[in-house]
């Protein structure tokens, strides 16, 4: 155990923010190739529920390894993994929920202020609370698969392998993370993409022939999403970077669909979006932004535990003139579909107001998908269109 918290106490230290901490924890063990898988795991829920809770923690006078172990016991979702470096006194605890370990912990003089985790000054989107919200920071989302075809076989697979599952809709099933998914289930069967993510497609709509173009595809999750929708839309995919661009050709050969046309392009950049793009126009446009990923930072922690807050009002510069630039290139019919994973209004909310005032496009519905019931990332999504 003193091995393990050495250990930690250098990834602590160490840890910038600047890296993914899944990324920087994998250049950390190749470097210590001594560690074995089972101390890779202790050291990798050590480091989540650090960066998950500890800002939380008034106590000033706690020693470090006696944070570490607040830390585990208030958030740690693997107690057969944790257990041996908790008080015995805390073992039987671990089974109940957070808020019940919120109160224990007061019992042993550890006091939690949960308005820590995040002290600025923000607005959040209508259909989300600052309280829920910050609560749901303590607990690990679930893995969420989308099954794409042969249900029945792959809830028989699954099961044959111990595998708990539960549908949340048709096609939605929550899994505990960690479950091997990938070696039990054919790849083509489904899609790793999050609960709300899979429910923007209710917003989509699309029509057989139709022109749709996502402007920073990424990976390619709307646009698969889409294309399992309907897979005879005509579909043009964007990226600023190129790697990225190929995962998303290799993806669509995966699951069997045309590939896109894609383009390597800064949709912000008006005048090269426009030597590029040319007149081209499309029924609609997935506009799914870069942002804050608030939504999601209950699976990055680190992300929560290192924010600057000026970084908001940068991300919705950027977030409008995306936005902006893309409704010139709708028919007169096309729709504009905004997306982010924030929950913060400047985020969402607010540059709706902006698209509307400076393009013209009317607002048709707009919805913050509120993922924390079911232990899943939240999102937003507006659809505006030209008529």
């Known amino acids: 155990m003193r091995y393990i918290r050495q250990h930690i106490g250098i990834i602590i230290k160490e840890y910038d923010g600047r890296l993914p901490l899944a990324h ?43 944070k570490v172990n607040a830390c585990l016991f208030l958030c740690s979702i693997n107690p057969k993994l944790i257990e041996s470096f908790l008080p015995d ?32 000054e923000n607005n959040m989107s209508t259909g989300i609370t600052k309280d829920d919200w910050e609560l749901s920071m303590l ?30 809709n048709d096609t939605c099933a929550a899994i505990q993370n960690g479950a091997a998914v990938d070696k039990i289930l054919p790849e083509d069967m489904y899609v790793v993409q999050d609960a709300s993510s899979q429910e923007t497609g209710k917003y989509f709509n699309p029509i057989k022939g139709q022109k749709w173009y996502d402007c920073c595809s990424g990976a390619g999750g709307k646009s698969l999403l889409l294309k399992d929708i309907e897979p005879g839309v005509h579909l043009t995919v964007s990226d600023v970077r190129e790697s990225i661009l190929h995962n ?8 069997h669909h045309a590939l896109p046309i894609p383009i390597l392009l800064d949709v912000a950049d008006k005048a090269k979006t426009a030597t590029i793009l040319g007149n081209k126009q499309f029924d609609s446009i997935i506009c799914d932004v870069p942002c804050t990923g608030s939504g999601t930072w ?19 510069t950027l977030q409008k003139a995306i936005a902006i630039n893309m409704a010139s290139y709708l ?57």
């Not at 998303?248 to 699951?255: G, H, I, Q, S, V």
Request: include cysteine.
């Open 24 to 66: 920087f924890l994998k250049i950390y063990f190749k470097k210590n190739p001594k560690l074995g898988s089972r101390d890779r795991k202790i050291l990798s829920e050590m480091a989540y529920c650090w960066y998950r809770c500890n800002k939380g923690i008034e106590t000033k006078y706690l020693e470090f390894d006696e």
């Open 89 to 120: 006194a805390w073992i039987p605890e671990l089974g109940r929920n957070v808020s019940e370990r919120l109160e224990l912990l007061k019992e042993h003089n550890i006091h939690f202020n949960i308005n820590r985790l995040f002290p600025f």
């Open 139 to 168: 607990t690990q989302p679930l893995l969420f698969i989308r099954i794409r075809k042969y249900k029945k076989k792959a809830i028989a697979l699954l099961t044959e392998n111990n595998i708990s599952f539960e549908f949340i």
């Open 248 to 255: 998303l050709k290799e993806r669509f050969k995966t699951y």
């Open 298 to 316: 209950a699976r990055t922690p680190e992300q929560l535990y290192f924010f600057d807050p000026i970084q908001i009002t940068k991300i919705s």
């Open 331 to 387: 028919t007169k019919d096309g729709k504009l579909i905004y997306i982010t994973c924030s929950i913060f209004k400047e985020e969402n909310e607010h540059v709706v107001k902006e698209i509307v005032s400076r393009t013209g496009l009317k607002l048709k519905k707009m919805h913050l998908i509120n993922g924390i019931q079911n232990r899943a990332d939240s999102m937003f999504i507006a659809v505006l269109s030209n008529t």
